[in-house]
């Protein structure tokens, strides 16, 4: 008895003690804690709403204006010295107008020399054949005057070697800078004169589209912020690449400048009213085509059968209806 009054005693004086010293037999709350909130965030796509419309082969890029009738005049000899240009760079000139020539130096008076060797053979040999004179005589001044009239044919190519003349009618798209009085060697360039009905653009930097060009293909080319309608001249292929040459279908513009870069566009096979997505839409496997769809918030993959694929939109054929709302990659 006295046992169990002792233990009753020394719990109560253990209940005490924890009661003043503010301890705790359960652990106390962190208050510096927060509970963690279990968050799912939406996902978002970009989509685009199936529709009708046009779709049409396109590609377009840039092309240097040139001339398919380009002629460049150089100069045939070494030693000449300019003596004048007389024609600026994009002046227009007429077939046999003389854009620039060089110092003769006496060659005018050296053909008068020989025009008038060729008249005395012309005269020695007409006489002996109206005399009847001898064989040998009368062959003897027909070869003298055929080589005095050579002489005079060399000294007249050789004055006009000493004159660059345009042989078309065009455009000097270049002219030397040389200066007056400055010795020219067989390399030097004096003039570059283009014709002005055959300029095309000329397309090179073909690379993943080339299959798109074919010849007679309609074109635009944009010049000056103005549209001009064109087509595809003709289509080359080489280890090189895939290069396109672009006329002007009908009038060419005003003040073109050669050499330029020229923005165009080609137009090829095209439909109208089709149920159309655009590429970005479209998925690949080994044997078919399929998209994904937004239907009611949910991510679902449809097979489709497509028709014409551009570089923009691709033509459903089935698997789609209009307002639907595909997912683009």
């Known amino acids: 008895m006295r046992k169990n009054i002792k233990k009753i005693i020394t719990i109560a004086m253990i209940c005490s003690t924890m009661v003043f010293t503010g301890c705790n037999i359960f652990p106390e709350e962190d208050k510096g804690m927060v509970p963690i909130l279990s968050k799912t965030n939406k996902v978002e796509y970009r989509t685009y709403k199936v529709d009708k419309g046009d779709i049409y082969i396109e590609d377009q890029g840039y092309g240097i204006a040139k001339s398919l009738n380009r002629h460049v005049l150089y100069s045939s000899m070494s030693g000449g010295r300019l003596k004048n240009v007389y024609f600026n760079q994009g002046d227009m000139v007429k077939k046999g107008d003389v854009i620039a020539e060089l110092y003769s130096e006496g060659i005018e008076d050296e053909i008068e020399l020989q025009e008038l060797n060729v008249q005395v053979a012309q005269i020695k ?7 009847n004179a ?45 200066q007056r009085g400055k010795e020219m060697i067989s390399s030097d360039i004096i003039a570059v004169v283009d014709g002005s009905d055959e300029i095309v653009i000329h397309a090179t930097k073909i690379k993943n589209t080339s299959d798109l060009y074919s010849e007679g293909m309609a074109a635009i080319i944009t010049y000056s912020g103005h549209e001009y309608p064109g087509e595809v001249l003709k289509v080359e292929k080489n280890k090189n690449g895939t290069s396109a040459f672009i006329k002007f279908k009908d009038e060419i513009p005003e003040g073109l400048k050669l050499d330029k870069n020229i923005s165009y566009r080609v137009v090829g096979e095209k439909k109208e009213e089709v149920i159309r997505i655009p590429n970005q839409a479209l998925f690949n496997s080994s044997d078919y085509h399929y998209v994904f769809v937004l239907d009611g918030g949910v991510k679902v993959r449809k097979i489709v059968e497509v028709g014409m694929i551009t570089n923009k939109y691709v033509e459903i054929i089935s698997g789609l209806d209009e307002n639907e709302l595909v997912i683009l990659k």
Do not use: C, W
């Open 125 to 131: 040999y007409d006489k002996l054949k109206s005399e």
């Open 134 to 178: 001898k064989e040998y005589e009368q062959n003897l001044a027909h070869v003298t005057l055929k080589y005095e009239t050579k002489k005079l044919d060399q000294m007249i190519r050789k004055r006009d070697s000493f004159k660059f003349s345009s042989p078309i009618d065009g455009i000097i798209t270049k002219v030397t800078d040389f």
